[in-house]
């Protein structure tokens, strides 16, 4: 009798996490469908002029991800050089 409750139970919880998923998911599609409206919307109003500022901006935005990475890189050399210099310090060496 236990297990046929225990069984009942799990069943009316997993059907009420499945509405919830099966909400979630309706949601989820209308606000996709939303988003592609305003897209095609965007799509027809864009001028040649807004396209080749948009070309320009991102140009400028693969710009500064390049001298991040580069940044990034100079910084990690220059830690594990720190790391280096540390562990020839006779003490350490000592330890």
Do not use: P
């Not at 095609?40 to 500064?64: D, F, Q, R, Y």
């Not at 991040?68 to 220059?78: P, S, Y």
């Not at 050089?81 to 003490?91: C, H, L, Q």
């Amino acid at each position: 009798m236990l297990q046929l409750r225990t069984a009942y139970f799990l069943v009316e919880a997993s059907q009420k996490k499945w509405k919830e998923v099966a909400t979630a998911t309706s949601l989820l599609n209308f606000e996709r469908n939303s988003l592609a409206t305003e897209l095609e919307a965007v799509k027809k109003n864009l001028s040649t002029a807004n396209v080749e500022a948009l070309i320009t901006l991102m140009k400028h935005v693969e710009e500064v991800v390049e001298a991040t990475a580069n940044a990034q890189a100079k910084l990690k050399a220059r830690v594990e050089k720190a790391g280096e210099d540390f562990m020839d310090i006779d003490y350490v060496k000592y330890l």
